[in-house]
């Protein structure tokens, strides 16, 4: 399973990030999330299409507005990809911590 580039460009930016940990926390609209970062509504709405391009997010129509959730499929992709990486740093851990110590000499 391999991560979209998208998925890690899309975290780089400090603003997105900001949105991305705001709809972690619960679910939001656009003029929620409005209202807690420092940018107009429609910089927060190319934000968040980013976000749902990366498949980070996804939108749930309610009455005229959207709700943004965390889209657990894409999250959980990148999850995957992540925890590659830490197995196989756990796993080297676990060879060096396992050597016989050197002798002095």
């Known amino acids: 399973m391999t991560v979209n580039s998208a998925?890690?460009?899309s975290l780089g930016d400090?603003?997105?990030r900001a949105i991305f940990e705001l709809i972690a926390e619960h679910p939001r609209?656009?003029?929620e999330i409005t209202r807690?970062?420092?940018v107009s509504q429609s910089a927060v709405s190319q934000h968040l299409k980013v976000l749902r391009e990366a498949r980070l997010v996804r939108s749930e129509p309610k009455g005229a507005s959207n709700v943004y959730h965390i889209d657990p499929h894409g999250l959980g992709q990148m999850r995957a990809w992540?925890?590659?990486f830490w197995s196989k740093t756990l796993a080297a851990y676990k060879v060096a911590v396992e050597q016989?110590?050197?002798e002095s000499q």
Do not use: I
Request: proline content about 17%.
């Open 7 to 9: 998925q890690l460009a």
């Open 14 to 16: 400090p603003t997105r």
């Open 82 to 84: 992540l925890d590659r």
């Open 29 to 31: 609209s656009v003029a």
């Open 36 to 38: 807690q970062v420092s």
């Open 100 to 102: 016989p110590p050197e």
